[in-house]
């Protein structure tokens, strides 16, 4: 039995300017964003949307309505400004359980992979909670670079830790801005 070609899936690749480099946008028609990297990484943001989307094609165009303003914003100082954008990241039920927890620490803080681990209800999982995390196929929205390791140093980055770094002090700045105001 011949198994039938999946049909192909479209991508709308936008290229974004931001503080800490190009950013690369992929979205799908109804304006979920189902990727987002770095110029300097777009062979990882290429591997990963083929993962999970065997025929898929980009083409250049605008970032969705919302999500270029958003990431201004959050660039600009508003920690928040990515939370409400939708995402849509397909991968396995574990990676979107880890994904979705990712997105619940709040702007400012860090966590660690065990307590991301609890998070989700498997707390001797943390192995798996990290490479989940480096499969994360959308950089900055689900926040992946809040976490660090049990000692508290700065781990690995699939954006590379001199971005890792500045993300986690600009967040820093803004949170302890919030809270003297």
Known sequence: MTRPLEAQFDLTLSRLTSPIGEILLAADADGAVRALDFHDYEPRMLRLLGRRYPRFALTAGAAPVGVAASLDAYFN????????????????????????????????????????????????????????????????????????????????????????AWLLAHEARRHAAGLAA
């Not at 660690?112 to 959308?138: F, K």
């Not at 670079?145 to 890792?164: C, D, F, S, W």
């Open 77 to 164: 100082g508003d920690a928040n400004a990515l939370d409400a954008l939708r995402v849509e990241t397909a991968g396995t039920d574990f990676q979107r359980s880890v994904w979705q927890a990712l997105r619940t620490i709040p702007a400012g803080q860090t966590w660690t992979y065990g307590r991301l681990a609890q998070a989700i209800g498997r707390p001797s999982a943390m192995r798996a909670v990290g490479l989940a995390n480096g499969a994360n196929p959308v950089a900055l929205i689900v926040p992946c670079h809040r976490v660090i390791g049990a000692n508290g140093a700065l781990t690995g980055y699939a954006g590379g830790m001199e971005r890792k």
